[in-house]
């Protein structure tokens, strides 16, 4: 693949998701991302191309950063189905490109949902409160400081943006040359990376850096009370209570959203009784 | 309202876009969109504060497979908004919150909407495939809107609300909603613990 297509398809790739539906739900933004590619590979059989969208148009969905293993195998496979010598390699080819699409936005999406979603997002989150901290701003505290510095904010936001796309571009870019050269002995380039040790290395580090900040936020708690009176135990216990109950309604499968709404309310109430 | 609201309510409908329509460059996340957003307002401890508490609250859910997050922009700027028309951060976070359940909710239904224009989208696309560049950007385009419009509705009726309410609102009510906003990085810490635990469920 050229590096302008290549291009092309990663610029692309970030509106994949646009016409996002619940009935074909990426369908419309694989359609998008893969056009100039199908463009360039039918260019010279343009009738072609109004059966090939519509198996392109077909239900797709995948990890958004992920999804760049599905362009380039897609890719690769659609040159396959392009330069098919007969009808019965074309309708084999057709069905390996199906099999493909399938089989390789479910491993994606897997692979992505934990190591983008579920891992890299909060740990980056920690990797920022943890410069705020650094940086003097305890927002543990319901009332901050009456000025911070804007280069703290933006410091701090700036840090968790630029370490979770370094590693989401590094592998939306690689990922669509990996997977357009790569065969399927290989899974079309995902077994190059050992995911599973990265997830696994990433959630290390990230339980030791929200123990340790469970940690400091108890370290301020406590330093910035010089006598335990009414007001300390009044927080403590407050606090303590929303926590062993935020441990139930994660068993519970409750959104913290929801926990914090319902402490609003029932504060209200004791405080009025 | 003032101008800077309006600003306001417009650059976190573009930014709301990035969650799920467009780049995906994380600009939406509490953190980095409150600190944006508070330089509209002027107040960046606000800022700051209500995006590590938003990001926090909102951890416990990602946008896995169909699974539509309260969107962290929306709460990030209702409560902002509220917060520069004179509204104290722990009652506009309140606010904040619930309008992005609301905007989920709301947004479910617009995806659902989207079923009937797809079928037409994909017959225009085979007749000529440039038209999915149309209906791309025709989507972005609805979405932005759709955002502004609801962003902007919230946090005026919000506003206007709160503002009426205000002078009548008792001490107890002002405790107990500082008692819960001092709760949310603490609720939202311990939730991140679990989640990095290394057996997945």
Known sequence: ?273 | MTPEIFALCAFAAALELDTTYALQLTFSRGIIAAPLMALLTGDIVAGIQVGVFTELLFADISPLGGILPPSAVVCAAVSLALNALGIELYFAFFFGVVGAILFSLVERLMRKSRFKRLVFWEQQIIKNPNAVNRAVLLALVTSFLMNFILIFIFTWLCGSFMLWLLPHIPAQAHMACRFAYMTVPWIGLATLVPAFRLKTR
């Open chain 1, 1 to 273: 693949m050229k590096l302008s297509m290549r291009f092309k398809i990663f610029l692309r790739s970030f509106f994949l998701q646009t016409g996002w539906n619940y009935m074909k739900y990426q369908n419309l933004g694989l359609t998008f991302v893969m056009l100039p590619f199908l463009k360039e590979t039918y260019k010279d059989d343009r009738d072609a191309l109004p059966s090939v969208l519509q198996r392109y148009l077909e239900i797709f969905n995948t990890q958004p950063v992920m999804a760049s293993f599905c362009f380039g195998a897609l890719a690769k496979q659609e040159e396959a189905v392009a330069h098919a010598e007969s009808l019965t390699k074309f309708k084999e080819k057709v069905t390996e490109w199906s099999s493909i699409k399938k089989g390789l936005s479910i491993t994606t999406a897997s692979i992505g949902d934990r190591l983008f979603w579920g891992t890299l997002k909060p740990l980056t989150l920690l990797i920022s409160l943890f410069a705020l901290l650094m940086l003097g701003v305890n927002f543990f505290e319901p009332v901050l400081p009456a000025s911070v510095p804007l280069v703290y904010a933006l410091f701090a936001g700036g840090l968790a943006f630029c370490v979770f796309n370094a590693i989401a571009l590094f592998v939306k870019w690689e990922g669509i040359k990996i997977s357009y050269n790569a065969d399927e002995n290989s899974c079309f380039g995902l077994t190059r990376f050992d995911w599973n040790k990265t997830i696994y290395n990433a959630k290390r580090f990230g339980i030791v850096l929200a123990v340790g900040m469970l940690l400091f936020g108890v370290y301020h708690y406590l330093k910035d009370f010089e006598n335990i009176d009414v007001h300390f135990v009044t927080r403590a216990a407050i606090v303590l209570f929303c926590v062993i109950v935020s441990f139930v309604t994660r068993k519970l499968r409750i959104p913290n959203m929801y926990l914090y709404l319902a402490t609003v309310v029932v504060l209200n109430l004791v405080c009025y009784l």
